[in-house]
Nanobody, 123 residues
């Protein structure tokens, strides 16, 4: 059974930093591109970042470029999202997702999802 478990969310002041982790099990992690998405109250789920299965390509949503960094550790079957310079508009539930082979910025292309972790940025 595939499981993706996010952790690291919380409450932080604007300008602060958080590092999200997503631990994967039940799948050949190195065969999967990984992505982070987020969903704010009353809004649709949106793409944040994705990383290729060998970690050589990364893509970011424009509003997080230069502030967020996605990385993976295949030895630990874990993907990370380092977030800095956080803004109130970054407040959302953050989800990690796994897609076989190639990265994508479309949530419809992902095969497996975690349950999400709440990030709240206060002004």
């Amino acid at each position: 059974q595939v499981q993706l478990v996010e952790s690291g969310g919380g409450l932080v002041q604007a300008g602060g930093s958080l590092r999200l982790s997503c631990a994967a099990s039940g799948l050949p992690f190195s065969n999967y591109a990984m992505g982070w998405f987020r969903q704010a109250p009353g809004k649709e789920r949106e793409f944040v970042a994705t990383i290729s299965k060998i970690g050589d390509d990364t893509y970011y949503e424009d509003s997080v470029k230069g502030r967020f960094t996605i990385a993976r550790d295949d030895g630990k079957n874990t993907v990370f999202l380092q977030m800095s310079g956080l803004k109130p508009e970054d407040t959302a539930v953050y989800y990690c997702a796994a897609r076989l082979d190639y990265p994508s910025d479309s949530s419809y292309m992902y095969d497996y999802w975690g349950q999400g972790t709440q990030v709240t940025v206060s002004s």
